[in-house]
Every structure is written in C-alpha cells, then in structure tokens.
C-alpha cells in the first residue's frame, strides 16, 4: 500500500491536526474517546499506540497497525520504543515524543528510511497526545502516511 | 549531538501558546501561513530551537513572526521572509540563563533624517526669498 502524492501525504498529516485541535478543547488536550471516534477507526492499519501512563518508564508499543507493522518488518507490540532499531521507521519517528508528552502538543516528523530489501520509503508521521479523563496525558497516538519510491 | 526542531506558536487573546512542534522548517512555516490565513488567530511564529543535550541549552532563533494585520502585506512577503532568519536569537540553557541580540539596518534611519533636513533647509531658503523680495 502506498500513496504517490506527496500532497495527498501531508494532507493526511494537516487533517489529523486540525482534528485534535478542535477536540483538544479547555483541558488543552484531546480526548482519547474522542480521537477513537474520529480517527482511530479511520486510520488503524496506518496507525499505532504508545503507553505512557507511567512516566518513570519507557513508553511501550500498545498496538501497532498492519501496515505499520509491514513497513517495520517487526511486530513491537508490547515492546519499549527503544527495542525499534535506529534506522527503521520506528526507531526515527521518536525524537520529538518528550516534547508531545512534557509540552502536550502534537509534533510531525517526516523522513526515510530502507526496508531489508531496499525498498525506499519517504514517511510522514503525526504524534499527538491523548488523555482519559484529566490533564495527564495516557497515551500517544501515531499517524503513518507514506509513499515508495 | 543537536536536536533542531522547529516549533509553531499562535496568538489568541494575548497569549502565544505551542500548536505543534516540526523536524522540518517548511512543514513548519506551510502549516504557520496556513493557521494566519486561517483567520482562527491573531499571530503565528515559527521557532527553531536547536538543543544541545551536552549542555543542555538550546538557542531559539525566530524564524517568522506575523500578527493579524500584517495579513495583507503577508502574501508579497512569504518568499522574502521564507529565506530571512535570524531576526531575534535568544540562548536558553538550564541555569536559566537568556541572552538575546537583535538585527537592525539603520541605513533607511539615516537617509530619512538627511532628507528631512535637506527639505527643513529648502522651506528657509524660500522664507528668505519671500523677506528679500517683500524688504
């Protein structure tokens, strides 16, 4: 599965954001109900979920999407972030996770990276932070779109 | 080694607030026009913070900042302010410590001043005429 515009790319990228704005509403961030009903369903196969209720410990792969785990080549679920090699999909997409959980903000991160085979993807990826009741902020949400070369 | 990253702020009510944070400066900037023209605020800036996790300090530079009524002028500006940085640095470091520098031209300053004088100078020279010519 892959997307041939880049357009069409960034679009999905700026849809998800502009969701999590208008839902984020006066706690400043987005319900986890919410983006589950808006997104979640929508998105699943390119989409996956990190545990960070307990800040004292690595945030953990909840679920992972099928195409994402196709495009990993691994099935992380249940793993800390850090057990994804550097210079896989997953291993490049984390650099700004402190940032969108300290600062509960999302934050996209685009790049590329190879598959064992060669095959050459350029990515986009949104991060945004969800919460289940209160301020504190449960789970991370991820968003893939992507296009091989 | 340096993070850069690049960070999206917007004006409501008085107040910058952090939207979202970027690992690329057009993303960035794209998603700033795009939030101005938007009409949903008042401003929109776009810094980038590179941080150092030797030091931990990171030196913020603002790369564009634009309030709701520079909005006309905004389109004939985008290419202009898209390759113009540098318009206000500031280190932050863990201390707390903030310095900040800023860039001025005061050329244009200068050149208003000498044409103002010049035409301060012509109005005499003609008041003196008209005395001469009365006298």
């Not at chain 1, 210079?87 to 990276?113: N, R, Y």
């Not at chain 2, 564009?64 to 640095?89: I, P, Q, V, W, Y």
Request: hydrophobic share 40%; aromatic share 6%.
């Amino acid at each position: 599965m892959s997307d041939n515009s880049s357009g069409m790319e960034r679009r999905m990228v700026v849809q998800k954001l502009d969701v999590w704005r208008e839902a984020r509403g006066d706690e400043g961030v987005m319900p986890m109900k919410t983006a589950i009903e808006q997104m979640f369903v929508e998105i699943a196969p390119l989409s996956f979920v990190l545990d960070v209720t307990d800040k004292n410990e690595e945030p953990t792969f909840a679920s992972i999407g099928e195409t994402v785990i196709e495009l990993q080549e691994t099935d992380l679920i249940g793993h800390p972030i850090s057990a994804a090699k550097p210079d896989s999909l997953m291993g490049q997409i984390f650099e700004t996770l402190s940032v969108v959980i300290d600062k509960k903000v999302p934050a996209t991160v685009s790049g590329e990276f190879k598959q064992q085979s060669g095959q050459k993807h350029f990515y986009r990826c949104i991060l945004m932070p969800l919460s289940a009741a209160s301020e504190k902020i449960d789970i991370v949400m991820g968003a893939i779109s992507f296009k091989t070369e | 080694m340096a993070k850069k990253t690049f960070e999206l702020y917007t004006l409501k009510n008085g107040l910058w607030q952090l939207d979202c944070v970027f690992n690329s400066k057009q993303d960035a900037t794209n998603e700033a026009w795009r939030q101005l023209d938007g009409g949903h605020f008042d401003g929109i800036r776009v810094d980038q913070e590179i941080y150092d996790a030797n030091t931990n300090s990171a030196i913020v530079t603002t790369l564009l900042k634009r309030l709701k009524g520079d909005e006309k002028k905004s389109a004939s500006r985008r290419s202009e302010s898209r390759n113009h940085h540098a318009a206000h640095t500031r280190v932050k470091s863990s201390k707390g410590k903030k310095s900040s520098t800023r860039k001025g031209s005061g050329a244009g300053h200068l050149g208003l001043m000498v044409i103002s004088v010049c035409l301060i100078l012509l109005v005499f020279v003609g008041l003196a005429f008209v005395l001469i010519d009365k006298f």
